[in-house]
């Protein structure tokens, strides 16, 4: 990420506790068998950035009472978010519904946001002052949410929010974060009630020997990893450029009947990229994991409204030299085919299931470069539909979160709202090993010099 000419200095308010502003059900919730994933206990960062708008409904308001009395109300709905995270007498996580409240931190900026290009390319210390990692006294329970409200000299405000993954995937974040909007706007109530029913998704342990897609022997090993050397980047694709290579693919790929998401396309092409970067062993196996919601999926689905985790992974693996030399059509359609196994309740089931015996035979997966699990966050409608009364956010931006090592997690991200070139394009965040970063930097950069009539890839 670039480094911006501005040195952010920030004049902070004491801390304060946001508590429901009615009484809540005291209860001890258990949290489901995905929700107690060991890789998801991470209070997950991201910014959401908004221009001063003084024309509309809240802009002579300052934000941050605005958001602090919306957050107060909307925490009625979602008390257990008021609540800490316990380990339970199982070994599975729980809420503590005590309404110890949620940790807000106020501060204002030296700046205006026009000199930060509205985080636009922000480098990642100047983005860890706009959000609160708030510690924990207590080493056995931690606040689930935590938020920082940034004012600028425009008029502009960030608003930070650490949210637990254990206690949301990212649809029910989005459904949190809109209906604390919804509040702010003066709502009565949020749109879409809050639904626990944690325990729909809860596993059991499996008798038979794990399958894992790749183990320690045969997967592909990286000279640059391991390291404490990590570099963040956010890459900007646009839309020209991802349907070049969508279309020299489906060239490629010879078949005038198939079809190729953006996920899809862009899916192999920064994976491959990765394993270039890290010049994986052409004969180490190599993993590609796409996080799939399964609200829907599942018989019967989960009811409107379920905040929680539900999400399983489809896998695709490969040998490097395969990744590297087959077409890449041909890896773009393994992905397709991935996508469906989802779809099948019994391999929902069976990852629930996985998941807890993994747990209970306390089985942790680390950072190893060899794999990258995908999420998109581009349908989760945070650019479009958030308006605390200032209109929508012009940007969002995740701060690098510590899942899988940072090096195997790949977000595609929407672009901002202030760059019309980037309309149906994609910002593609990555961590890698500082040395491996200049050759995918290279890669994603050939991607943009794509011709049709050229088969450039």
Known sequence: MANLNTPLVLDMKDVVIVKPSKPTPSDLLSLSTIDSDPVLNILCHTIYVYQANLDSPNGQLDPAHVIKEALSKVLVYYYPLAGKIVTLDDGKLGINCNADGVPFLEASANCELSSLHYLEGIDVPTAQKLVFDNPSQDKNSHHPLAFKVTKFLCGGFTIGMGLSHSVCDGFGASQFFRALAELACEKREPSVKPVWERERLMGTLLKEPLQFPIDETSRAVSPFWP??????????????????LKMELMKESDDVKESFTTVETLGAYVWRSRARALELNSDGKTLLGLTVGVRRLLDPSLPEGYYGNAIVGSFVVLTVKELDERPLSEVVKLIKESKK????NEYIRNSINMLETMRQRN????????????TDWRQLSLLEEVDFGWKASVNIMPVPWNMFGYVDLCLFLPPSNLDPSMKGGVRVFVSLPKASMPKFREEMEALKLIRVDEGSI
Not at 227 to 244: A, D, P, V
Not at 341 to 344: F, G, K
Not at 363 to 374: F, P, Y
Request: aromatic share 2%.
């Open 341 to 344: 196994l989802p779809s099948n």
């Open 227 to 244: 390291t404490k050397e990590i570099s963040h980047e956010c890459f900007n694709l646009n839309g020209k450029s991802i349907q070049r």
């Open 363 to 374: 089985i942790r997966i680390g950072g190893t470069g060899a794999s990258v699990v995908l």
